[in-house]
């Protein structure tokens, strides 16, 4: 099995840019997780999905923060408009159950 | 709501020696319980899990945590350390059935001095 897939695993935008990130789970998982992590926050959950449908997206920042699941093998979290705090590694897992799998990670930096 | 803290945010172990990561958690259910382990500019990998089975539970690269209620800990241990487990450390707790959102401690970085 690949694994959950992330891209890209860098991204360097400039404020105020539109950013999106890309995850595809592992084939089969009914949950797709997104966390942020920052050396001042650590790991945060960000929203996640069941079979599709946001679950609980309270740990979304701000409004400029969205994430869609248009289908079980896919889901995107978009920042519009961009912000240097903003800048952390994006992380998405996936699971069918208690056991989360993550993808490597992509890290982002917003200048 | 679940929470966990981990005592330690960088321990340091010479080769050879015990590995001894603290996590305590606080839960209003019965919780299950993970590790995760991250090395350098990776994802988090799943060392082991707890999931109210055995207490003392085996993972993988001979790390074992064990289940402590009366305590509300569970300490990640291995009896040798190796270089290649420098790495960083989450401990977290998810109530489980129903909900398996995970909430994760600040992480400990472990470094192996040789």
């Known amino acids: 099995d690949a694994g959950v897939i992330q891209s890209p695993r860098h991204e360097v935008t400039e404020m105020g840019q539109e950013v999106t990130l890309r995850c595809k789970p592992i084939?089969?998982?009914?949950?797709l997780f997104w966390y942020r992590q920052t050396m001042m926050r650590g790991l945060e959950l960000l929203i996640y999905f069941n079979n599709n449908v946001p679950i609980d997206d309270s740990g979304m920042p701000e409004d400029r923060f969205s994430a869609k699941m248009p289908n079980a093998s896919f889901s995107t979290l978009k920042i519009q408009p961009s912000e240097p705090r903003d800048s952390a590694v994006y992380f998405c897992?996936?699971?069918?159950?208690?056991?989360?799998?993550f993808g490597p990670g992509t890290r982002l930096l917003v200048l | 709501a679940q929470s966990v803290t981990q005592l330690g945010s960088h321990v340091s172990v010479s080769e050879g020696a015990l590995v001894l990561l603290r996590c305590n958690y606080s839960?209003?259910?019965?919780?299950?319980l993970f590790w995760y382990v991250q090395y350098p500019n990776q994802g988090l990998q799943l060392l082991l899990k707890y999931t109210s089975a055995a207490t003392l539970v085996k993972g993988i690269n001979g790390f074992e945590a064990e289940f402590k209620k009366s305590e509300t800990s569970f300490h990640l241990t291995k009896p040798s350390a190796h270089m290649s487990d420098a790495a960083e450390y989450f401990c977290a707790v998810t109530p489980g059935a129903g909900s398996y959102q995970l909430t994760f401690g600040k992480g400990t970085k472990l470094s192996v001095i040789p």
């Open positions: 897992a996936s699971s069918s159950g208690l056991t989360q799998y």
């Open positions: 084939s089969g998982h009914d949950y």
């Open positions: 839960s209003s259910v019965p919780p299950y």
